[in-house]
C-alpha cells in the first residue's frame, strides 16, 4: 500500500536544510524558495494538449496575470486590494502539490487534501517570521476554496478568464495544430458579468478567426 502524500516528503532537500536551522530568517528564506518552485512548474494544461514545454505558462505565470485583471477591475462591486490578495495565494500550494488537472488521476477529494496539507505546511514555515502573514495567507486561501466571500467569486471568474486568453494567445501563434477547444467551455462558469464580457469578446475573435481559417482552406 503506497503511503500517503505529504509536503514535507516532495520539499527539495536544500529548503529542508534551511528548516533544520529554526531560525525565523532561515525560514522565511525557506518559504520564498517554496514560492519560487511556482516559477518553473509548468501548467499541466497545456503540455497535456501538446504545448511545448518551453512555451508552456508556469504556475507564476499564470497567477501574475491573474493579479494584473484583478487590479484593473472596475471599483464598483468588490474589494480591488482583496482580489489581489486572493489572487496572489490562490495557487500558492501549487508549489509544492503541482498543477493537478481534472485529469490527472487525483481524486477532487485528494487534490484538495494535498493543497489544504500544502497550505498548512507553508503557514508553519512562515509563521515564525511573520504570524500575521501566515494566518492572513491561510485565510485567503480558504476564502477561494469555499468562495466565502464576493471577492472569491470573482478571482474564481479570473482564473477561468486567463486560462481562456491563454488559449486564444497560443492559437494566435501556432494556429490550431494543438485542440484548445475544450478551455473556452469553462466560459460557462463564469458568473461576473464584467468578466464575463471579457470571455464573450475573446470567443468571438476566436470564432471569427476559425472562420477565416475554414475559408482559407
Known amino acids: 500500500m503506497s503511503s500517503q502524500w505529504t509536503p514535507e516528503a516532495v520539499v ?3 529548503i529542508k536544510r534551511l ?15 517554496i514560492v519560487r518552485l511556482l516559477k518553473t512548474q509548468p501548467r499541466t494544461g497545456w503540455i497535456d494538449r501538446k504545448i511545448p514545454r ?9 497567477m501574475y496575470r491573474m493579479l494584473i485583471i484583478a487590479m484593473a477591475l472596475p471599483r ?38 494535498r493543497e489544504l496539507a500544502s497550505i498548512e505546511y507553508m503557514a508553519s514555515i512562515v509563521s515564525s517570521y511573520n504570524p500575521e502573514f501566515a494566518t492572513e495567507m491561510r485565510e485567503l486561501w480558504l476564502d477561494y476554496e469555499e468562495i466565502r466571500c464576493l471577492e472569491a467569486r470573482y478571482v ?29 467551455l469553462a466560459r460557462s462558469g463564469i ?12 470567443i468571438r475573435q476566436r470564432t471569427a478567426f476559425v472562420e477565416n481559417l475554414k475559408n482559407e482552406s
Not at 528548516?19 to 524558495?33: D, K
Open 19 to 33: 528548516l533544520q536551522q529554526s531560525t525565523p530568517i532561515n525560514s522565511m528564506l525557506a518559504f520564498v524558495q
Open 156 to 184: 474564481k471568474d479570473i482564473d477561468k478568464y486567463e486560462m481562456i486568453q491563454q488559449a486564444w494567445d497560443y492559437e494566435q501563434e501556432v494556429g490550431l495544430s494543438c485542440d484548445l477547444s475544450e478551455f473556452y
Open 12 to 14: 527539495p532537500e536544500k
Open 54 to 62: 518551453v512555451d508552456a505558462e508556469s504556475i507564476a505565470d499564470h
Open 76 to 113: 464598483l462591486k468588490v474589494d480591488v486590494d482583496k482580489c489581489v490578495k486572493i489572487a496572489l495565494v490562490h495557487d500558492i500550494a501549487e508549489a509544492l502539490v503541482g498543477d493537478i488537472t481534472p485529469f490527472g488521476g487525483v481524486p477532487k477529494e485528494e487534490k484538495h487534501r
Open 191 to 202: 458568473v461576473s458579468e464584467e468578466i464575463g464580457a471579457l470571455c464573450d469578446e475573446v
